[in-house]
């Protein structure tokens, strides 16, 4: 209970509400990953990150630099929280794709980070030859593959063989049932016609009798 009502703000209606840190922004993750559509609120995030990509870390830096402009010192590169810095970054760029298909290149965030990779002149040496907005747009889709493989939770279940053998059996056994069903239909079906036959016969004998 305390546990659901420190991440709402609601009350308990007791003593144990003195004992909760409003200004812990932990307590809204598992309410943010709900909303965010994890089923697992729980679940422990591997943050993305550029280590999958393969440019270098002075082509990544000098992209930060120019999308971020930076006035606290922890947030600097060296800084103790410059890290975060890096990930905010990442996680932009590996929404970039998603976001410009579902809002066009003409939204101000796809615009900016196309802005900033022209400007930081973002190369790789996996895609030489090719633009910066192309660049960014492979950069984009790279980290999310990385994302979702090191969060088990986004992959797509593949069927597993047991999987596979238990649908099957669960099929074979519909089948059987099915078959034994269609014999008794017709089973059931053909004394039907044989009653049938039996009347006919009665009723022609009793027309050759009335003749």
């Known amino acids: 209970?305390?546990?659901?009502?420190?991440?709402?703000?609601?009350?308990t209606g007791t003593s144990v509400d003195s004992y909760a840190d409003e200004r812990n922004m932990f307590r809204g993750l598992p309410g943010g990953m709900a909303l965010a559509g994890w089923d697992d609120t729980r679940a422990q995030i591997r943050a993305p990150n550029f280590s999958c990509l393969t440019a270098t870390d002075e082509v990544i830096d000098r992209f930060i630099d120019n999308l971020f402009t930076?006035?606290?010192?922890?947030?600097?590169?060296?800084g103790k929280l410059w890290s975060v810095l890096r990930i905010c970054a990442c996680t932009l760029v590996m929404y970039h794709n998603t976001?410009?298909?579902?809002?066009?290149t003409a939204n101000v965030i796809s615009s900016k980070l196309m802005e900033v990779a022209r400007k930081a002149s973002i190369t790789d040496v996996?895609?030489?030859?090719s633009s910066?907005?192309?660049?960014l747009?492979?950069?984009s889709e790279i980290i999310m593959n990385s994302f979702k493989q090191s969060?088990?939770?986004l992959q797509t279940a593949s069927p597993s063989l047991q999987s596979l053998t238990t649908t099957v059996i669960q099929q074979t056994s519909a089948l059987t049932s099915m078959g034994a069903a269609l014999q008794e239909?017709?089973?059931h079906i053909k004394k039907k016609d044989a009653v049938y036959s039996a009347q006919n016969d009665q009723l022609s004998a009793l027309t050759n009798e009335v003749h």
């Open 1 to 11: 209970m305390t546990d659901v009502t420190g991440r709402s703000g609601h009350s």
């Open 70 to 78: 930076v006035s606290v010192k922890a947030f600097k590169r060296g």
């Open 99 to 104: 976001v410009t298909s579902e809002m066009s």
């Open 126 to 129: 996996s895609f030489p030859a």
């Open 132 to 135: 910066p907005e192309i660049v």
């Open 137 to 139: 747009s492979q950069w």
């Open 151 to 153: 969060n088990q939770e």
């Open 185 to 187: 239909l017709t089973v």
